[in-house]
């Protein structure tokens, strides 16, 4: 009889925050499926506990097929990430996946996640928001990734490592406008824990190139939208500026034309007429 794949959420840096249940399952399973065994290692010793590891960190995730042998076999297999709950935003999430397609048994065991816990003590908007995780690494991604959220409505939720942040912020900037609001929640539930709500552009203006701590960033989204009487040559003319801030023609003029009575098409054309005054 096949065995249980759990997926377990860990403390996100408080080990007192450590749920009953987790700690039960920890004890029960046969071995860990570790995003970082070096990182377990260091919570099964709080807990007391020795338990066989095998890493499924993105670079060996071809253990994942050895992973669901064994629960196949019959073995009891608890799944955790370095923080929080595995398989967001996470290389877990492959394993999940393909638990399901086998027929496995997978048994949540849920406790704190980063991005839920940033969001509620943000004084953004709770009712409507949109996880994000990490933004590409390759500049032209992230140009595109920010593009398609101009006009989002909902909350926006990013993680950002320390020594990314302040390009990041920057990024955000130029593509959102230093007014929008944002939060910025460092070392949740840590020693050092600041929750700072501020604007991009004061956020640009006061973090400094380097900021020790995991961030998560909770920014607001777009406002509304006011009725408008732009001209098709006015939205031309933001799509020329887009392209200034590195948006190639095509994305630019679809950026543009969100809000005006104009299709995609018709803002391009202007824009290349511009583009060649």
Known sequence: ?????????TPIGNLEDMPPRVAATFGAADFIAAEDTRVTMKLLNFLGLKKPMVSYYEHALQKGEGILRRIEAGENCALCSDAGM?????????????ALARGIKVVPV??????????????????????EGFLPVNRKQKKERLAELLGEKRTVIFYEAPHKLRTTL?????????????????EL??????????????AVATTPPTSPGEYVLVMAG????????????????RALELTRQGFGPSAAAKTAAQGTPYSKSEIYKQLLVLQQN
């Open 222 to 237: 777009a406002p509304a939208a006011e009725p408008t009487e732009l001209t098709l040559d006015e939205a031309a003319q």
């Open 189 to 202: 539930t840590k020693l050092h824990e600041e929750i700072w709500k501020t604007t991009l552009g004061e």
């Open 170 to 186: 920057d990024d955000l900037t130029a593509a959102f406008g230093e007014d929008r609001s944002i939060t910025l929640c460092r």
């Open 86 to 98: 595995p398989c967001v935003s996470d290389p877990g999430e492959v394993i999940v996946r393909d």
């Open 110 to 131: 849920p406790a704190a996640s980063a991005c839920v816990t940033a969001l509620a003590v943000s004084g953004q908007d709770t009712s409507r928001w949109v996880f």
């Open 1 to 9: 009889m096949a065995g249980t794949l759990y997926i377990v959420a």
